[in-house]
């Protein structure tokens, strides 16, 4: 990424560039990212192609003003850090089903951020609801954050595990990863019937005073200080409309779930 590209893509976030690589930079980056960026799985079902390239993720998220999935997201939150001086290795976790079983490898990416100041975090802005600011890698307690309580727990084959409010979330292989190893995760979730992806439809993000708003088909929910509040939306008009309010992203037809392949 150049200086242009940086700038545009802070512009995107809503913050300005920081004087150096530290935690404190690394916590701001993360939080405006969720504020500003949606997951969302609309590419699904849109018919739109998902290209795992630094390019192609950065011009998705800045030029087209969209969000993304797990691999969208933290590819191009990943590039940003990169650019700023940020030390990034990519990870690839197992999502834990509500069985508690793990999912396909490759089926999460996260971020290990060591930081000048001699920080090194786990940063996740690509999991939906988790949490707002980035893990302490090396922490084996609990760690308080906005979204909830977590702790990283070590097992015995060497993974890291991702918990969440007492339920385990996802299992971190630690080994360094390229953008290019979770293409066909990407594509199992694009395309598989067994993909959570595509049988649904979602967008959501964290709002400016720490609740969060989605839109998961035409149900729209927002969370206020623990309280939910649901709205269902009846015409393609006011789901447009929704998607522009709450997320700034302009479409000109409402996605449909789609059979997968």
């Not at 700023?84 to 999912?103: E, I, M, N």
């Not at 001699?118 to 999991?127: E, P, Q, R, T």
Request: aromatic share 8%; hydrophobic share 40%; net charge negative.
């Amino acid at each position: 990424m150049d200086t242009e590209q940086i700038d545009a893509y802070l512009r995107r976030i809503g913050t300005g560039r920081p004087a150096a690589p530290t935690t404190r930079a690394l916590c701001d980056l993360h939080l405006a990212h969720l504020r500003s960026v949606p997951f969302e799985n609309l590419s699904v079902h849109l018919g739109e192609d998902i290209e795992l390239t630094g390019k192609a993720l950065v011009a998705k998220v800045v030029d087209a003003r969209r969000g993304g999935f797990c691999y969208e997201l933290n590819g191009a939150f990943a590039a940003l850090l990169t650019a700023l001086g940020f030390d990034v290795t990519l990870l690839q976790a197992r999502v834990y089903d509500d069985a508690g079983q793990p999912g396909i490898p490759f089926d999460h990416l996260a971020l290990r951020v060591r930081t000048e100041d001699g920080g090194d975090w786990l940063a996740d802005v690509g999991f939906g609801a988790h949490s707002h600011l980035p893990l302490a890698f090396a922490d084996r307690d609990e760690q308080s954050d906005p979204g909830g309580a977590f702790r990283l727990a070590e097992t015995a084959e060497g993974d890291l595990e991702v918990v969440k409010d007492g339920k385990p979330q996802y299992l971190v292989d630690l080994r360094p990863r390229a953008l290019a190893d979770f293409k066909v995760g990407a594509w199992y979730h694009r395309t598989s019937p067994d993909s959570h992806f595509t049988r649904s439809l979602v967008c959501s993000r964290v709002t400016d005073t720490g609740g969060r708003v989605t839109l998961g088909g035409r149900t729209l929910t927002t969370t206020v200080d623990g309280e939910r509040r649901t709205a269902e939306l009846t015409t393609e008009a006011e789901v447009l409309a929704a998607y522009d309010r709450h997320f700034g992203i302009v479409l000109d037809r409402e996605p449909q779930l789609r059979k997968a392949m």
